[in-house]
């Protein structure tokens, strides 16, 4: 540390979350108020439910907790995608011949999500959090594409289409918001240190 300035301290203090070592101290509130901090969408409580439902999180350092995250997501879309297909084989569901046509976009915004997923998750456990970070953020527009598609009103229909999922896109889109700023929050880390 050659610059004594409070930027210099905060990479001293992000460094040290990086590189402790579990055993005493838990990081995920720190952490999470820090997320919430950085990014205006992100739910504090959603964020801490999230984490704290995952054990390992109570004696994580950042960079463990990015993957319980990530992997928390990748759970998430996984289910969610299955949930989709669920849908699209039940008929009876309300407005079915309306909203068909969003839920098989869906389905297929959140096969990419897995995929994406999985390559951050493979990027961050390589510490590269540039295209973990990059991974992440496309994984988490698939929850917005997905919902967004619902409202879009074309000539022959008049309104919007109820949307099934938006429980599920509000969910995914919290989680990964979480990943996101946890891979930022290490990035910068890194970046202020050079
Ligand atoms: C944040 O998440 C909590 C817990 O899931 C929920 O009760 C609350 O309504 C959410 N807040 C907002 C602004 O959506
Ligand atoms: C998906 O994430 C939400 C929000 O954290 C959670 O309530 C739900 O249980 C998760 N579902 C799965 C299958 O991971
Ligand atoms: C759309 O629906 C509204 C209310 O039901 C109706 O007044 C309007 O004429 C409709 N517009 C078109 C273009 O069908
Ligand atoms: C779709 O139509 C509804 C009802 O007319 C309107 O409220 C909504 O803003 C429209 N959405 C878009 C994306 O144009």
């Known amino acids: 540390m050659n610059h004594p300035s409070s930027i210099s301290l905060?990479?001293?203090?992000?460094?040290?979350?990086?590189?402790?070592?579990?055993?005493a101290e838990d990081i995920t509130l720190e952490t999470c108020r820090k997320s919430a901090e950085s990014s205006p969408n992100l739910n504090y409580t959603s964020c801490v439910n999230s984490l704290q439902s995952d054990p390992r999180s109570s004696t994580a350092n950042l960079q463990q907790?990015?993957?319980i995250s990530m992997e928390l997501s990748l759970r998430n879309a996984t289910y969610i995608n299955s949930y989709i297909k669920k849908l699209l084989n039940d008929r009876?569901?309300?407005?079915?011949?309306?909203?068909?046509?969003?839920?098989?976009?869906?389905s297929e915004l959140y096969g990419d999500?897995?995929?994406?997923?999985?390559?951050?998750?493979?990027?961050?456990?390589?510490?590269d959090s540039f295209s973990a970070n990059i991974k992440m953020s496309a994984a988490m527009?698939?929850?917005t594409t997905?919902?967004?598609?619902?409202?879009?009103?074309?000539?022959?229909?008049?309104?919007?289409?109820?949307?099934?999922?938006?429980?599920e896109d509000y969910d995914f889109?919290?989680?990964?918001?979480?990943?996101?700023?946890i891979t930022n929050l290490v990035r910068h880390s890194i970046l202020l240190s050079m």
């Open 10 to 23: 905060t990479v001293f203090s992000l460094l040290l979350l990086i590189s402790h070592n579990g055993a």
């Open 65 to 67: 907790l990015g993957i």
């Open 92 to 106: 009876d569901l309300d407005d079915f011949s309306r909203i068909e046509k969003y839920l098989r976009d869906c």
């Open 113 to 127: 999500a897995i995929s994406n997923i999985e390559e951050a998750i493979k990027a961050f456990d390589a510490y």
């Open 141 to 143: 527009d698939s929850s």
């Open 146 to 167: 997905c919902e967004d598609g619902f409202k879009d009103n074309n000539s022959n229909q008049n309104y919007s289409a109820v949307s099934p999922l938006v429980r």
């Open 173 to 181: 889109f919290q989680l990964t918001a979480v990943s996101l700023a």
